[in-house]
């Protein structure tokens, strides 16, 4: 979790930092990789548990979270390596064994405070949303192309917004007279399709549809199940994978692709002898979500969300 400093910097406010920590249990001598480095405040710490010679490969997709983390983490020299990609692709950007691996996933605060960025509903700004600001596909593609039944089915799956259609409804309806290109256009559409009695409380109307939209944009689901899978392959025995979210459906997702990595044998109950098999390839440390204590909510209101699940390679 990043948060942006007062001259539009990346500062690193690493959330559930002693929970992962304690999980990932990083020692000298030891690899390791942090899917989303952000701003670098999880890999600092991972780091300094690890002195003198722990390692790490800190990948992120934004070429400005990137820089900020080289510079972070510059005091530790070719004990750093910093690779611009999807954590989806880990495997095609290190051939070495690691110890722990951690994905944080999701948002940083820094792409949500900058408005140029176009994630948050709070502050007008282009219809961005791109992770990796390289990438064709934003959230104005979408909104002004996709078709009516395809925009309430990103609304529905990835936000599970109970307006989903009407909402898509008054999109296409309006983009039919002008292109919808900023944030503050689209909350307007929204706040207009969604009547006002039936707004949660203390919940912005925008909330779910921006959601869905970053997940649809970034490909958020469907990199992190690979990443999951990828992320298995590369840990050595006994290697943890610490993977922290911040809604439930990356929740959810994490714990079914625990369950099934634990899996030894799928084969349906009537077959009296396996056929499948599949070998159990972790052992999940995590029953429940490991949470956030109040303390760390009061300090960072953003970490609330957030879950921490682990699971260890066999």
């Known amino acids: 979790m990043d948060i942006q400093g007062s001259q539009g910097k990346f500062l690193h406010l690493p959330v559930m930092l002693p929970q992962v920590l304690k999980m990932l249990n990083p020692s000298p001598g030891g690899f390791y990789i942090d899917g989303t480095v952000g701003g670098g405040g999880h890999a600092q710490a991972i780091l300094l548990a690890g002195n003198p010679s722990a390692r790490l490969l800190g990948i992120d997709r934004d070429a400005q979270a990137l820089a900020a983390a080289a510079q972070r983490l510059a005091p530790f020299g070719e004990r750093v390596q910093i690779a611009r990609g999807n954590f989806a692709g880990m495997a095609g950007m290190t051939a070495e064994q690691a110890n722990g691996i951690l994905l944080d996933i999701g948002v ?15 502050q007008d700004a282009p219809l961005d949303m791109r992770m990796d600001t390289e990438q064709e596909l934003s959230a104005a593609n979408i909104i002004n192309s996709y078709n009516e039944e395809d925009l309430s089915g990103i609304f529905y799956r990835f936000g599970e917004e109970k307006w989903a ?23 307007e559409i929204i706040k207009q399709a969604v009547p006002v009695g039936a707004r949660e409380k203390d919940q ?25 899978h990828e992320a298995v392959t590369l840990l050595k025995p006994g290697g943890r994978l610490a993977v922290v979210t911040f809604h439930s459906l990356e929740d959810r997702l994490v714990k079914e692709v625990f369950r099934w990595l634990a899996l030894d044998c799928v084969c349906p109950p009537r077959c009296p002898v396996c056929q499948c098999d599949k ?25 609330r969300s957030a879950k921490l699940r682990v699971a260890e390679k066999l």
């Open 108 to 122: 940083s605060s820094y792409q949500l405070d900058n408005p140029q960025r176009g994630f948050s509903y709070r």
């Open 165 to 187: 259609r009407r909402i898509a409804q008054f999109i296409v309806r309006e983009r039919a007279l002008s292109p919808i290109l900023s944030t503050g256009h689209l909350v």
């Open 204 to 228: 912005h109307p925008a909330r779910r549809v921006f959601q869905a939209l970053r997940i649809a944009v970034n490909d958020e689901l469907g990199a992190l199940e690979k990443a999951l």
């Open 279 to 303: 070998k159990a390839l972790v052992k999940v440390l995590t029953k429940k979500p490991l949470l956030p204590d109040g303390r760390e909510i009061e300090e960072n209101p953003r970490a």
